[in-house]
């Protein structure tokens, strides 16, 4: 498979927008008029269950992994794991910026990146996952979760596998998602953050939504 294409489908498959298409079919909603507006598994799951958490989230790390796992390296490549770094940016960036949604509308990036860096680093994703569930499950905050698990990435990455392209991938994606939950980390230092068991009306906003730290 030619590079380019390789790469285009791993957007396409990233872009994919599981929370949307399910809250449609099952709840008859647009996730992007209510609660957060965003299409990750936080915002589907207050409007409609935390059952539909696990769904989301797994079917959006789905699109992460499969590109990395699935896609073969062009032949004249020489570094495989360079090629995985590149299919995985391609469906992260699918996720945040769906082309079927005309590049709106997206997730934050957490669950796909957890399956693009299964695909990489299986051992250090699943520790890494598990630190994210204890977070919630303590704080009740699903974005320091995703901001605590993804600042402990790369050092984990480092520690197991020193300073290879892989670590510097993960530190990119660290910050990227700090970036994407600035707003999410300011109101954590002032006290604002809402918290998974307090769920917001499953009625329509009419304001611009706020992000609740969506994965």
């Given at each position: 498979m030619?590079p380019?294409?390789?790469?285009?489908?791993?957007?396409?498959?990233?872009?994919?927008p599981?929370?949307?298409?399910?809250?449609?079919?099952?709840?008859?909603?647009?996730?992007?008029?209510?609660?957060s507006?965003?299409?990750?598994?936080?915002?589907?799951?207050r409007?409609m269950?935390?059952?539909?958490?696990?769904?989301v989230?797994?079917?959006?790390?789905?699109?992460?992994?499969?590109?990395?796992?699935?896609?073969?390296s062009?032949?004249d490549?020489?570094?495989?794991?360079?090629w995985?770094?590149?299919?995985g940016?391609?469906?992260?960036?699918?996720?945040?910026?769906?082309?079927?949604?005309?590049?709106?509308?997206?997730?934050?990036?957490v669950?796909?990146?957890?399956?693009?860096?299964?695909?990489?680093?299986?051992?250090?994703?699943?520790?890494?996952?598990?630190?994210?569930?204890?977070?919630v499950?303590i704080?009740?905050?699903?974005?320091?979760?995703s901001?605590?698990?993804?600042?402990?990435?790369?050092i984990?990455?480092?520690?197991?596998?020193?300073?290879?392209?892989?670590?510097?991938?993960?530190?990119?994606?660290?910050?990227?998602?700090?970036?994407?939950?600035?707003?999410?980390?300011?109101?954590?230092?002032?006290?604002?953050?809402?918290?998974?068991?307090?769920?917001?009306?499953?009625?329509?906003?009419?304001?611009p939504?706020?992000?609740?730290?969506?994965?």
């Amino acid at each position: 498979m030619p590079p380019f294409l390789g790469l285009i489908l791993a957007y396409l498959i990233g872009s994919v927008p599981f929370a949307y298409l399910i809250g449609r079919l099952f709840g008859r909603i647009d996730l992007r008029r209510v609660g957060s507006g965003n299409l990750g598994a936080t915002n589907l799951a207050r409007q409609m269950g935390w059952p539909f958490f696990f769904l989301v989230f797994a079917l959006d790390a789905a699109k992460g992994a499969i590109p990395v796992m699935l896609l073969p390296s062009p032949g004249d490549l020489a570094h495989h794991q360079m090629w995985q770094i590149a299919l995985g940016v391609a469906a992260i960036v699918g996720h945040t910026r769906p082309i079927f949604l005309l590049g709106h509308g997206g997730g934050k990036g957490v669950a796909t990146a957890a399956g693009v860096f299964y695909g990489l680093l299986p051992h250090q994703t699943v520790d890494v996952l598990v630190i994210f569930g204890l977070v919630v499950l303590i704080t009740k905050y699903v974005s320091l979760g995703s901001l605590t698990a993804s600042g402990l990435l790369p050092i984990m990455v480092l520690i197991g596998r020193g300073a290879t392209p892989v670590f510097w991938f993960s530190l990119f994606i660290a910050l990227f998602i700090a970036f994407t939950h600035r707003k999410n980390i300011q109101r954590l230092r002032k006290g604002k953050e809402p918290r998974i068991d307090r769920s917001p009306p499953k009625e329509p906003v009419t304001e611009p939504p706020v992000s609740t730290g969506d994965v």
